[in-house]
């Protein structure tokens, strides 16, 4: 087979795990391999390669890369190794193939020499519809699998033990299990104290663990809020374990790490959320501490988050999440002076808190006075609602192009019926 002069590399892996054993290298390898055996050398900034990104979703940062350059007209071909590494789903790789083949470039999989003729073609429908049902059959039992696990009591289908113990995996003979290491318990249990019954926030609590250099569980120097916020709430402290107390969701705000890499998602479902406690399934083990402490804890909690910033009523904070830090990307937040004297309100970047991590501010940005933003953002917005037609054109644009994006493969895919029903 006869390569063209200009020729592209595409490769994928989904999991971290096979990003950090670099396995995508080997892809890439295979195929530099083929590429010299036909004499041609593949240009390195024509090496594209999504490291640990799902291929169930197309906004993978390399692919775009891909379609632009060959929207562009600066490459003819692409090698991949397979189908699946273009796309996990059937209409995906529909979808990519036809534009692909509209702008000129060829597409060539190692595994399988892919022509125009209609069998050809037929036969890598017929493998992208494979690749899709192998990967929800997969899906489809592992879950089946951990539920019934779950259902049995056995320990082993969480994998993985809190801070407080260690999990030993099952044998020939013993199932799996955790087990109470005493360092870890002895902290479980003072970080519950802190809580209950000197009332210290969560916060207060991570603070001081840090400073007392308290060693976490991958021993990262610094003690996270979200990491003791999680130990209160896990009810493997009381000796009932739970699985399935959180579902997958969609993410529906970016977060600081979406936006460093561009609103690119790892996975399509990237969020979470608590499912109800009836739907938990409950796995004995060792107790660190007693029900009744535990309970005194989510009430601690649910005090907490109605006093919580978030929820203040005290003073009107307009754009409170909504701005971001020009040098280090974190969100601002609203927070009044500490002066008794100049009752001030200021917007101020979490990047400036110190005591948030590990090696001091991480930016060095000023704080602002509220006023001096509300009043400008708020100008603005009323100037614009006096142009109702201007906000119903973007409106309508963002709409319309939100529309477009969901029904692009799905009109693919009926395109592809329709063009298989003329031939039969």
């Known amino acids: 087979m006869k390569l063209s002069p200009r020729i592209a590399i595409y490769a994928r892996v989904s999991s971290d795990h096979q990003a950090q054993q670099n396995t995508i290298a080997s892809q890439i390898a295979t195929i530099q391999t083929f590429a010299s055996a036909q004499g041609v050398n593949i240009e390195a900034d024509l090496i594209f390669a999504d490291n640990g990104i799902s291929g169930t979703t197309l906004a993978r940062p390399q692919l775009d890369s891909l379609r632009d350059k060959a929207a562009g007209g600066e490459i003819e071909q692409i090698l991949m190794l397979n189908p699946d590494r273009l796309a996990r789903k059937y209409t995906h790789q529909v979808m990519l193939v036809e534009e692909f083949k509209k702008l000129g470039v060829a597409i060539t999989f190692m595994n399988r020499q892919i022509a125009t003729s209609p069998e050809d073609q037929l036969l890598l429908q017929m493998q992208g519809v494979i690749a899709e049902y192998e990967r929800e059959k997969i899906l489809e039992r592992h879950r089946r699998g951990k539920l019934?696990?779950?259902?049995?009591?056995k320990v082993g289908v969480l994998s993985g033990a809190p801070y407080g113990y260690g999990y030993i995996p099952a044998t020939a003979t013993e199932e799996a299990r955790y087990e109470i290491l005493d360092r870890e318990a002895l902290i479980v249990k003072r970080v519950f104290h802190l809580l209950v019954t000197e009332q210290q926030s969560i916060g207060a609590i991570a603070r001081l663990l840090t400073a007392e250099q308290i060693p976490t569980r991958r021993d990262v120097g610094k003690w996270e809020r979200s990491v003791v916020w999680a130990m209160l709430r896990n009810p493997a402290y009381t000796g009932q374990a739970a699985y399935r107390k959180t579902a997958v969701v969609e993410r529906t705000r970016p977060t600081k790490q979406a936006r460093d890499r561009s609103f690119y998602p790892k996975h399509v479902h990237s969020s979470s959320r608590d499912r109800p406690q009836a739907d938990w399934i409950r796995i004995p083990g060792p107790a660190l501490i007693s029900e009744a402490v535990f309970q005194?804890?989510?009430?601690?909690?649910?005090?907490?988050?109605?006093?919580?910033p978030?929820?203040?009523?005290?003073?009107?904070?307009?754009?409170?999440?909504?701005?971001?830090?020009?040098?280090?990307?974190?969100?601002?937040y609203g927070k009044p002076t500490s002066s008794s004297k100049y009752k001030r309100l200021y917007y101020r970047c979490a990047g400036q808190d110190g005591h948030r991590w590990k090696h001091g501010r991480v930016g060095g940005a000023h704080p602002v006075r509220v006023e001096a933003i509300d009043d400008l953002v708020w100008e603005h917005t009323c100037k614009l609602l006096k142009y109702p037609d201007l906000v119903l054109q973007e409106y309508t644009r963002r709409t319309q192009k939100k529309q477009r994006q969901q029904s692009d493969a799905a009109a693919v895919l009926t395109k592809k019926r329709q063009e298989s029903k003329q031939r039969e």
């Open 148 to 153: 019934h696990k779950a259902q049995q009591g």
């Open 310 to 332: 978030r929820n203040n009523k005290k003073y009107e904070y307009l754009l409170s999440g909504l701005l971001r830090c020009q040098q280090c990307g974190y969100a601002l």
């Open 296 to 308: 005194r804890a989510r009430e601690r909690l649910e005090e907490n988050k109605r006093f919580s």
